[in-house]
Each structure stands twice: as C-alpha cells, then as structure tokens.
C-alpha cells in the first residue's frame, strides 16, 4: 500500500500597504534605526490601517491571492485551520468566517492558537487529518493582526511587530513528498515572560485593566530571547539527526521571523550556510503566525519540487517545534 503524505500544493501571502519604518518609530518612541536594527534585523514593518478590519481581512486577502495564482477551488476546501494570536473576536470563530467570506461551503473550519508557533502546529494538524485519508483538501492560513494588541508607547514591543498573513493548500501526495517528520514541544512555565494581562478568564477586561494598559502584549525579552536561541536551535538539529541530514542535504531553512540574532544562531547549529536560510524580517517584522507562510510566498519562485526543507519556530506558551518537508512545486515563473 504506497504510504499517503501531506504536502504543500498552493500557497498565497498579504502584506497591509502601510510601512510603520523606523524612521517613523522615532518619531514615536525613545529608540534609533541603529538601535532596532542591530538588535532585531528589522527596518520596517506593515500595519493593517483598514478601519473595521481584522485578522480574517489578512487571510482572506492571502487566500484571494492564493486562488488567483494557483487556480484553486475553493469550494473543493475539507477543512481550514486559521492559526492566530489575534483573532477577529473572542468566542466567535475567525477561521469559520474566513471558510463563509471565501465560499468553502463544504469546509468546516476551527482556531488554533500556538503564539508564534501557531502556523507550525498548523502544518502538524493538517497533514494528520490528510494522513488520516478523510480529507483530502486542507488550508492552513496564519495570519495576525499583531497592531492591535501592541502598546507604542513600549519600546521593547513596539519595534518588533508586524501585521501580515500567508496560507498553504495541503493535499495527498504518493510520490513522497511533503510532510516527513516533525518534532513539537511546549513548557507552559514560560507563559509569564511573554503574555497579555487582561482579557481572558482569569483578568476579565474591566475600565481598571483598559486603564492600566493590560490588554498589550508584554515581553521579558531577555528570557524569551534565551528560550527562544536554545529551543529553536535545538529541534532544529534534532530533526537533521533524526533523519540523518547535515547542513548540506538541507535547501532551506525557514525559520520563524522574531529577531534575526535568534535565526542565525538556528542556521549556525544546523550548519547552514546563510544563502539556505529565508529572511524577510527586515521587511515585514515579526507578524507571529504569518511568518512562516510569508516566508514561503516570498521565495516561492526560488523552491524547486524535491527541495528538502526546515520550518522552526518558536512562541509564548512556551511553544516551539520543528517541521522536515520535502517541496511538491516547481517555481512558477
């Protein structure tokens, strides 16, 4: 019986028009382009300005992109997964109304919520439901609206977030592509260094928490930067071991876009020479779970079918992991 895989077989990204640059940055908060940029890798990044628009407006955008590229059916969609940290609302859906907004009448469709990890635990997901032979079309959109949960009056948060979001179809694959291993872990001790306050069940919002600005995004960046430079790297070259890679036999890394200090550190474990490491973090910021998607729409046109791939990330929760695929497309152009 030939052993059913998930892979990738269409994919589409958006980036919001306005470019918060940090130029503009200073103009906002005691910092310097010099400073964000030896610290992050970061020069600019996106911010959806659109009055009434959410993260749902992010992925449908992407996945419009995606329809228009690769010919996609929308209504042939099983099953779609939006990962996100900011979703459209509390209780109701994000995901279920992106699948109505989009026309997936057949899809049913649910959140799923990994900080910066989200898109990874994305990928797991899907490729368990096409494994599972139930469902052969799954769409896995991340995308986050990280402006609105952001304080600009915060240095240490303000310079590193972005707005965007991307999405991949997965579907089954005979020929041994896609999905090949995957190694996921979490630490929930690590929630107080990255979170937000107020908002859920245990701080409901009240006029003292909006006062007290806690509904915004805090970050212990120190730790989270230790965390995340010994985790991510350590799953990276994990996953090489375990399935007995070098450096050498790997085409690309794609590594979550939180600080470029953290991505190098990744590729040196690995031994990956820097021209195999995708980086769009100078351009678009840390967007959370739209990274790794947008990764992979901007360099779509460099991936040839039989690409062996590393997708690492890390997030609050603590949640990190590492994805080994194998690419099914040609470029397009």
């Given at each position: ?27 906002m908060?005691?910092t ?34 995606m ?34 907004e ?5 899809a ?44 600009y ?80 790297a ?78 690492a ?21």
């Open positions: 019986m030939t052993k059913i895989t998930a892979a990738i077989t269409a994919l589409g990204g958006y980036v919001p028009e306005f470019k918060l640059t940090n130029k503009l940055l200073e103009e908060v005691e310097t382009d010099e400073w964000i940029t030896s610290r992050t890798g970061i020069k600019e990044r996106r911010i959806l300005k659109e009055e009434g628009q959410g993260t749902s407006y992010l992925g449908i955008k992407a996945i419009e992109q329809v228009a590229d690769y010919n996609v059916e929308v209504t042939d969609i099983d099953l779609l997964i939006c990962c996100t940290a900011t979703p459209d609302m509390p209780v109701a859906s994000t995901a279920c109304y992106i699948a109505s989009i026309g997936a009448t057949k049913f469709a649910y959140d799923l919520m990994a900080a910066c990890s989200g898109f990874l635990y994305g990928l797991s997901t899907a490729s368990k439901f096409i494994q599972s032979g139930q469902y052969k079309k799954v769409l896995v959109v991340g995308a986050d609206k990280m402006s609105s949960i952001i304080d009056t915060d240095r240490t948060t303000c310079v590193i977030f972005g707005d965007g979001g991307g999405c991949v179809l997965m579907e089954p694959n005979e020929e041994g592509f896609g999905v090949q291993d995957e190694i996921l872990r979490s630490d929930g001790n690590g929630r107080q260094y990255l979170k937000i306050d107020a908002g859920g069940s245990i701080l409901p919002a009240s006029a003292e928490t909006v006062a007290t600005n806690k509904h915004f995004v805090h970050q212990e960046g120190q730790q989270v930067f230790k965390f995340a430079v010994s985790n991510m350590d799953v990276s070259a994990e996953i090489l071991e375990n399935n007995n890679l070098t450096g050498d036999d790997v085409d690309w890394l794609v590594p979550h876009q939180a600080n470029l200090r953290i991505i190098d550190a990744t590729a040196r474990r690995m031994k990956l020479d820097k021209e195999k490491v995708m980086i769009n973090i100078q351009r678009y910021g840390n967007t959370t779970c739209g990274t790794l998607p947008l990764l992979l729409w901007d360099y779509q046109n460099q991936l040839h079918k039989g690409d062996k791939l590393v997708f990330a890390f997030g609050g929760g603590f949640t990190w992991g590492a994805i080994y695929l194998t690419w099914a497309l040609n470029p397009k152009k």
